[in-house]
């Protein structure tokens, strides 16, 4: 079974508007990591938000919120007042354990338009 | 924060050459360092974990004598990928991660693209 699935392979969002992208995982390990990764053009990979399995409260980093909802086994990121800078590919990536040096799992990714 | 670099960037070689990617952390000593592979239009595939001082653990399906990693010093591992053929064109990228810190992620180069023609 995959780890991670991104289900929407293209996206497009109206600039300034919100946007979800989603995220389901599989694990059954109690304690993880779930991130957000965007890969623009040049490729270079840039962390956008991180969320451990323990944290009550959803993750958010400026524009970006995770929507944790762990009974569903989903992670999506909310980008709210999207900016043409946004358009790229976007990776949600899962950590399984405590060990921050366990293998990263990779989702196939969805590639975000913002419009003008 | 944390940077990691990788050199070159872009590399164009004649099959059956070799080529060395080089991955350094700058800001930080980094005892494991990760490299991936992505084609185009595609997610990331972890190729092999590199530990400084130790062989590389490489994942299922990556063969080992085709892609050489060394990890000889706190902030440098390399990947060369020996006798490169087309079919290796790829982005490489390689990843870092700081123990002892709360930031939970990992810090990317900016990625290798290989052309072998």
């Known amino acids: 079974a995959q780890k991670i699935t991104q289900t929407q392979p293209g996206m497009f969002v109206q600039e300034k508007e919100a946007v979800t992208l989603d995220c389901t995982y599989d694990t059954s390990d109690q304690s993880y990591g779930l991130f957000w990764y965007k890969q623009p053009s040049s490729g270079e990979m840039i962390f956008l938000i991180y969320?451990?399995?323990?944290?009550?409260q959803n993750a958010t980093e400026g524009r970006y919120s995770l929507n944790f909802q762990k009974a569903r086994k989903s992670a999506n990121l909310v980008i709210s007042a999207s900016q043409l800078g946004d358009s790229a590919m976007y990776f949600c990536?899962?950590?399984?354990?405590?060990?921050?040096?366990?293998?990263?799992?990779f989702g196939s990714g969805t590639k975000l338009n913002v419009k003008p | 924060g944390a940077v990691v670099s990788q050199h070159p960037s872009r590399v164009i070689c004649k099959s059956g050459t070799s080529v060395k990617i080089e991955c350094r952390s700058l800001?930080?000593?980094?005892?494991?360092m990760f490299w991936y592979r992505q084609f185009p239009k595609q997610s990331l595939m972890l190729m092999a974990t590199s530990n400084e001082g130790s062989k590389a653990t490489y994942e299922q399906g990556v063969e080992k004598d085709k892609f050489l990693i060394n990890h000889a010093s706190l902030t440098l591992s390399t990947l060369t990928v020996t006798s490169a053929h087309p079919e290796d064109s790829s982005f490489y990228i390689c990843s870092a991660r700081i123990s002892g810190l709360a930031v939970q992620t990992q810090y990317f180069g900016p990625g290798t693209r290989l052309l072998v023609l």
């Open positions: 969320q451990g399995s323990y944290d009550e």
């Open positions: 800001d930080f000593q980094a005892t494991t």
């Open positions: 990536a899962m950590r399984e354990g405590r060990n921050n040096f366990n293998k990263f799992y």
